[in-house]
T-cell receptor, first 111, second 113 residues
Framework: KNQVEQSPQSLIILEGKNCTLQCNYTVSPFSNLRWYKQDTGRGPVSLTIMTFSENTKSNGRYTATLDADTKQSSLHITASQLSDSASYICVVSAGNNDMRFGAGTRLTVKP | DAGVIQSPRHEVTEMGQEVTLRCKPISGHNSLFWYRQTMMRGLELLIYFNNNVPIDDSGMPEDRFSAKMPNASFSTLKIQPSEPRDSAVYFC???????????FGQGTRLTVV
């Protein structure tokens, strides 16, 4: 069973709109959580990292949140651009140096 | 640094043939990972090395898959014999140490016909 579940599986929004992607995990013991962006035909690239003590972190128009109690994270994208079209992958690292990947959310931003 | 370098970028082979994928990690990175990505299953960890030593190969699907890391700057993933269900994009990633940011290569798109 995948220990990192992402939703929705895919999402289509209009340019300029906001959206929120979800990540629920059961990985334990928790070390950190990263959101990666994967453009078509390329490898994933890290957007943000969240540690246990962090609740929110921003990187430009991307804001990640973490609730370690409920084991949930979200990635909020503000004022979407066409270049935001990509897959967004949630990766949770365990204290035993294990990394677990979610299946990703495929975001399409349309003009 | 040029980042993680994988070769080839694309590989088309016939069922039953041997396939070798290559990876050069970022210099100074101590951990190297091989992943497989398909539409159905997303990114799956196949195996990872720490200081050239295989640590966890539980993701390697079958004995047809093998991986080596003879030195800190080179790793191979071999499939022998290849099957159509092996068709996927294979990514290599490296990190300074496990748990830190993973830097991915461009991937190798493998098609087995």
């Amino acid at each position: 069973k995948n220990q990192v579940e992402q939703s929705p599986q895919s999402l289509i929004i209009l340019e300029g709109k906001n959206c929120t992607l979800q990540c629920n995990y059961t990985v334990s013991p928790f070390s950190n959580l990263r959101w990666y962006k994967q453009d078509t035909g390329r490898g994933p690239v890290s957007l943000t990292i969240m540690t246990f003590s962090e609740n929110t972190k921003s990187n430009g128009r991307y804001t990640a949140t973490l609730d370690a109690d409920t084991k949930q994270s979200s990635l909020h994208i503000t004022a979407s651009q066409l270049s935001d079209s990509a897959s967004y992958i949630c990766v949770v690292s365990a204290g035993n140096n294990d990394m677990r990947f979610g299946a990703g959310t495929r975001l399409t931003v349309k003009p | 640094d040029a980042g993680v370098i994988q070769s080839p970028r694309h590989e088309v082979t016939e069922m039953g043939q041997e396939v070798t994928l290559r990876c050069k990690p970022i210099s100074g990175h101590n951990s190297l990972f091989w992943y497989r990505q398909t539409m159905m299953r997303g990114l799956e960890l196949l195996i990872y090395f720490n200081n050239n030593v295989p640590i966890d190969d539980s993701g390697m699907p079958e004995d047809r898959f093998s991986a080596k890391m003879p030195n800190a700057s080179f790793s191979t993933l071999k499939i022998q014999p290849s099957e159509p269900r092996d068709s996927a994009v294979y990514f290599c990633a490296s990190t300074i140490q496990v748990g830190t940011e993973a830097f991915f290569g461009q991937g190798t798109r493998l098609t087995v016909v």
